[in-house]
């Protein structure tokens, strides 16, 4: 049985008669990199100080590999390093000389941490710019730097809160890639809070939906497109042929063959296109259909729902899922 690292039951925060964080339930596994989604002002945020001891609920427990976060914050944040959006370094220190002040801050002597640092700069692709003030660093930079602020310490779990804003296409592959390989190579578990759906569905083992203090639903990407289309998670992409999208009977007739193929759902038209639901994998047998009866096949696109799709439905399509 998996180990939970990170145990939130029944957490709640309010500001008055606003509430931040409602009633949530929330378990991430040991080695997992989990990512907190949802729109800025969801209160993923106000959930994380909380993990950290930042800031008391006023209901609920949180507990990190064990230790009660609200009873023991110190002991928390010794095994707990945060990452926040916006880094902040003396900009008058260099790089090595920032990782270095926080090694003897966690109670290594100096050769020790100069020793640490170097290494971690190293493993972060800084030691070129170990020397450099950290104020003439770029963004991307800053944000290397952080995780190997976090990393000095050894800690157990690693929390992101939009690690990646203001990073180009390429800082953020990078960036994913060093928290992945950590969490893969060394078992860190990774709590990844943002709204970038793309990133979140590349570098996470699992995603929780997060809107209005609340916690709607949880899992991996194919978990929660079950959960939001039901019983249609397939969708195949059918190019129609010019023959047929200018004649109403052809393709009506083009849509039947479609729908008496089993495990069709809809099928939808749509700017010269066909949209087939499926309740499962039926690729194959929608190209078979179209050949034999004698309709061209131009192209067959299929797809499964991703979290944009996923995020369309729950933030921006209007329904209640609550």
């Known amino acids: 049985m998996a180990e939970n690292v990170i145990q939130i039951s029944g957490l709640t925060k309010k500001y008055g ?3 931040a964080v409602d ?3 929330l378990s991430v596994e040991k080695g997992e990199i989990f990512g907190l989604l949802g729109p800025n002002g969801a209160g993923k945020s106000t959930t994380i100080l909380m993990i950290l001891g930042l800031t008391e609920p006023d209901e ?7 230790i009660d976060s609200i009873s023991k914050p110190v002991e928390v944040k010794k095994i707990v390093g945060y990452l926040p959006e916006d880094v ?3 900009d008058r220190y260099s790089g090595l000389e920032n990782l270095a002040f926080t090694g003897r801050l966690n109670g290594m002597t100096e050769t020790e941490a100069i020793k640490k640092a170097k290494l971690l700069l190293k493993r972060v692709g800084l030691e070129e710019n170990s020397e450099k003030k950290t104020g003439n660093y770029s963004r991307g930079m800053r944000q290397r730097l952080g995780l190997a602020d976090v990393l000095i310490k050894d800690p157990e779990v690693i929390i992101l809160d939009e690690p990646i804003l203001g990073l180009d296409p390429y800082g953020v592959k990078e ?3 060093m928290i992945a390989g950590l969490s893969r190579e060394e078992g860190i578990t990774v709590l990844f809070s943002s709204h970038h759906l793309y990133q979140v569905q590349q570098v996470c083992d699992r995603v929780g939906l997060f809107v209005r203090g609340k916690l709607l639903a949880d899992g991996d990407i194919n978990t929660l497109s079950r ?3 039901g019983s249609s998670p397939y969708l195949v992409e059918v190019g129609i042929p010019v023959q047929v999208a200018g004649d109403p009977d052809k393709l009506k007739n083009m849509t039947r063959v479609l729908l008496d193929v089993e495990g069709v759902l809809t099928v939808e038209e749509k ?3 066909l949209y087939v639901e499926c309740s499962h994998e039926v690729t194959a047998d929608i190209s078979r259909a179209i050949v034999r009866s004698g309709f061209e096949l131009i192209y067959l696109n299929k797809r499964e729902y991703g979290l944009d799709d996923i995020y369309y439905r729950y933030f921006e399509g209007g329904a209640d899922h609550e």
């Open 88 to 90: 902040g370094f003396y």
């Open 60 to 66: 609920g427990t949180v507990r990190v590999s064990g």
């Open 175 to 177: 960036f994913l890639e």
């Open 271 to 273: 700017d010269n296109k």
């Open 23 to 25: 009633h949530l339930d």
């Open 227 to 229: 959960k939001l289309f």
């Open 17 to 19: 008669e606003f509430t």
